[in-house]
């Protein structure tokens, strides 16, 4: 089970790098918020050259690799790209939980449900010393009680005809 989860995982992030997609409005803010460090971020590496990071609010630093020597809007671009992915990526983080979080609760319901249930099941069914035919068997004081009322109906029955009997003879005589 561990290594299926591991599996389905890496799966979603396969598919997360695949696809590039969300309809989380928060991304679009969070991209905004961070593409507004961009005239911040051009005059530094423009001004200053090369730096390994660049510090972007709400994120820290960030590892920006070497754009010396390009083009403003090769600048603009990647730093566009580099936000993108940024925004994206918080999205991809919680969604990630949020899908394993369900994935974990649907394989324990399934392991309880279904494979405990089958070994159960198994258990019971597939022991060949009898355990299914000894808890039907009737125990001796519901058979003694049994025994007890079918002797009762039987009296009851022969009762019955004698008073049946009796009855007709009284009414043949009067």
Do not use: C
């Amino acid at each position: 089970m561990k290594e299926h989860s591991r599996n389905w995982v890496t799966e979603i992030v396969q598919m997360e790098k695949l696809t590039d997609y969300t309809s989380n409005p928060e991304y679009m803010n969070d991209w905004n918020k961070l593409m507004a460090q961009q005239h911040d971020f051009t005059s530094d590496v423009v001004e200053n050259g090369y730096t390994s990071t660049f510090k972007i609010e709400g994120l820290g630093e960030v590892p920006i690799a070497d754009l010396r020597g390009y083009e403003q809007h090769v600048l603009l671009q990647a730093f566009d790209l580099k936000m993108r992915m940024t925004a994206y990526w918080k999205i991809v983080l919680r969604r990630l939980v949020d899908f394993m979080a369900l994935h974990l609760q649907f394989r324990v319901r399934n392991l309880v449900n279904k494979e405990m249930e089958e070994e159960i099941v198994q258990e019971l069914v597939g022991r060949h010393d009898g355990a299914i035919e000894r808890m039907l068997e009737e125990s001796p004081a519901v058979a003694a009680k049994r025994e007890k009322l079918n002797a009762s109906i039987q009296l009851l029955r022969e009762s019955n005809n004698v008073l049946g009997n009796i009855m007709d003879k009284i009414a043949s005589n009067v």
